[in-house]
């Protein structure tokens, strides 16, 4: 499938017109937020399956169900931010198709 070409209405410039990403920016950082709060909260699990994990291991890493909620926070917060970039980027190219042009400045829709 041959990609549609963007055209300024202003310039006609074809060569310097990109995408502005403001969902994709707004989607990592709630999805980050949101995935860092439910993994913190969930640490509970966390130092269940860590100590389980541990255990098997002959606890090689002491203390592993005390860092629990920090793993699980970074955890959920990078999977949050992966999934909030992906459905803010789908949002921008798909729905909301607003661009600039590099050239003169002008912002458009699609």
């Given at each position: 499938?041959?990609?549609?070409?963007?055209?300024?209405?202003?310039?006609?410039?074809?060569?310097d017109?990109?995408?502005?990403?403001?969902?994709?920016?707004?989607?990592?950082?709630?999805?980050?937020?949101?995935?860092?709060?439910i993994?913190?909260?969930?640490?509970?699990?966390?130092?269940k399956?860590?100590?389980?994990?541990?255990?098997?291991?002959?606890?090689?890493?002491?203390?592993?169900?005390?860092?629990?909620?920090?793993?699980?926070a970074?955890?959920?917060?990078?999977?949050?931010?992966?999934?909030?970039?992906?459905?803010g980027?789908?949002?921008?190219?798909?729905?909301?198709?607003?661009?600039?042009?590099?050239?003169?400045?002008?912002?458009?829709?699609?």
């Amino acid at each position: 499938m041959k990609k549609e070409e963007l055209i300024c209405p202003k310039c006609g410039s074809t060569t310097d017109i990109y995408l502005v990403a403001v969902n994709q920016k707004i989607g990592t950082a709630l999805g980050g937020g949101i995935g860092g709060i439910i993994g913190w909260f969930g640490k509970k699990s966390a130092r269940k399956t860590l100590a389980v994990i541990g255990a098997k291991i002959c606890s090689v890493l002491p203390k592993m169900g005390r860092t629990g909620g920090m793993i699980g926070a970074l955890t959920g917060f990078f999977t949050g931010a992966a999934i909030g970039n992906c459905l803010g980027e789908f949002l921008d190219e798909h729905v909301v198709c607003k661009y600039r042009c590099g050239k003169c400045g002008e912002i458009f829709f699609k």
